[in-house]
């Protein structure tokens, strides 16, 4: 006889982190090591889909946010949650959701036109569009705002 469990889709807890980062290439770099070891931490297999997912999506929001959402002198934020995922509702799939937040509300994402091979620019938020459940910008007042992408998780941490 199958056990319940097995029949069920493994409960994922709810997680968050939350890091301020200098609005540099660095800052931008560090940004995706920082989520590839949080997502680890949380049990996610470092070369699993979603990691290399997640890794791809924070790399080119941190990158928009250091080039284009910069203020002099102001950080950028990066959020990580994952939602639960429960008997409470066993039919929703977790979610990751990964947030970047910078200081330049009054400028925002404009995704292109698809891009020509030799282009050099303007293929971030195409990549974004492409492997992302969902993404959006949201106002982050006073002055600033966040740019956010989901991706639904899989079986669980190791699956
Ligand atoms: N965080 C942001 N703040 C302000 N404008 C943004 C932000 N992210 C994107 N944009 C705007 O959207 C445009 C498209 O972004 P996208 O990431 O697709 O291309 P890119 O950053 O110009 O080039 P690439 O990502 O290929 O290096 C940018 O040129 C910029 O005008
Ligand atoms: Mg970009």
Known sequence: ???????????IPAAHFRQQLSAT????RLARLLAVQQLADWGWARDGEAVQTAALLVAELA?????HGRVAGRDFLLAL???PTAAVV???PATLRIAVSDCRGERL????PASQPTD???RGLLIV???????????????GKTVWAEIVLGGGPMG
Do not use: D
Not at 3 to 9: G, V
Not at 25 to 28: E, T
Not at 129 to 143: D, F, I, K, V
């Open 1 to 11: 006889m199958k056990s319940e469990t097995t029949e069920r889709q493994p409960l």
């Open 63 to 67: 990158a928009n946010a250091v080039v």
């Open 90 to 92: 066993p039919t929703t």
């Open 129 to 143: 569009e492409t492997l992302a459940a969902r993404w959006g910008t949201e106002p982050r007042p006073p002055s």
């Open 25 to 28: 290439r660095r800052g931008a």
């Open 81 to 83: 949650a994952v939602s």
């Open 109 to 112: 994402p404009a995704p292109g």
């Open 120 to 122: 050099e620019y303007g």
